[in-house]
T-cell receptor, first 116, second 109 residues
Framework: DAGVTQSPTHLIKTRGQHVTLRCSPISGHKSVSWYQQVLGQGPQFIFQYYEKEERGRGNFPDRFSARQFPNYSSELNVNALLLGDSALYLC???????????????FGAGTRLSVL | GIQVEQSPPDLILQEGANSTLRCNFS?????LQWFHQNPWGQLINLFY???GTKQNGRLSATTVATERYSLLYISSSQTTDSGVYFC???????????FGSGTQLTVLP
């Protein structure tokens, strides 16, 4: 079975540009979360989507937006790129059990974004 | 929000040695996961362990939820164990994970 897939693997942009990152969750998983990992730090939560609705948002500016499609895949969009947006962007999928129980998150290999 | 602290930040071992990594968290948790991040950035799931003890080969983990800490044990370390180990938790109604700053493990041949 395929794991979480992300595209592209690497991306180089210049300041002020816009970028779209894509994620396909594990088959059967309905929740997708996005994380940003800058060099030397742990991943930071950006967004979580479940059934196409935003279920959580981290402390990121409005330049960051996301959406989830009917097939549960997701896009992360970042506008007006800054040098500080250079990072590894990770996508995670989970079953999102609303009634409790295991809610294990599985991560993709990430998209490495460089802003010049 | 919940705080996660990992120690030590760096650990250098000779192949064959054992090690213990610690994760302290500031509130009760409903999810605790340990990950190994390889040099290419992939986060590999090691354990889902909000409480109790689990073992998987040379790795084992224990979470004492009442005392708000978790330990990851690596026995007979190998060079392929090198990388960054992260602890991540979620609490309350939040489903997102809060990560610690990681432990950089280097295993020397």
């Amino acid at each position: 079975d395929a794991g979480v897939t992300q595209s592209p693997t690497h991306l180089i942009k210049t300041r002020g540009q816009h970028v779209t990152l894509r994620c396909s969750p594990i088959s059967g998983h309905k929740s997708v979360s996005w994380y940003q990992q800058v060099l030397g730090q742990g991943p930071q939560f950006i967004f979580q989507y479940y059934e196409k609705e935003e279920r959580g948002r981290g402390n990121f500016p409005d330049r960051f937006s996301a959406r989830q499609f009917p097939n549960y895949s997701s896009e992360l969009n970042v506008n007006a790129l800054l040098l500080g947006d250079s990072a590894l962007y990770l996508c995670a999928s989970s079953l999102f059990r609303t009634g409790g129980g295991k809610n294990i998150q599985y991560f993709g290999a990430g998209t490495r974004l460089s802003v010049l | 929000g919940i705080q996660v602290e990992q120690s030590p930040p760096d650990l250098i071992l000779q192949e064959g040695a054992n090690s213990t990594l610690r994760c302290n968290f500031s509130d009760s948790v409903n999810n605790l996961q340990w990950f190994h991040q390889n040099p290419w950035g992939q986060l590999i799931n090691l354990f889902y362990i909000p409480s109790g003890t689990k073992q998987n080969g040379r790795l084992s983990a224990t979470t004492v939820a009442t005392e708000r800490y978790s330990l990851l044990y690596i026995s007979s370390s190998q060079t392929t164990d090198s990388g960054v180990y992260f602890c991540a938790v979620s609490s309350g109604s939040a489903r997102q994970l809060t990560f610690g700053s990681g432990t950089q493990l280097t295993v020397l041949p």
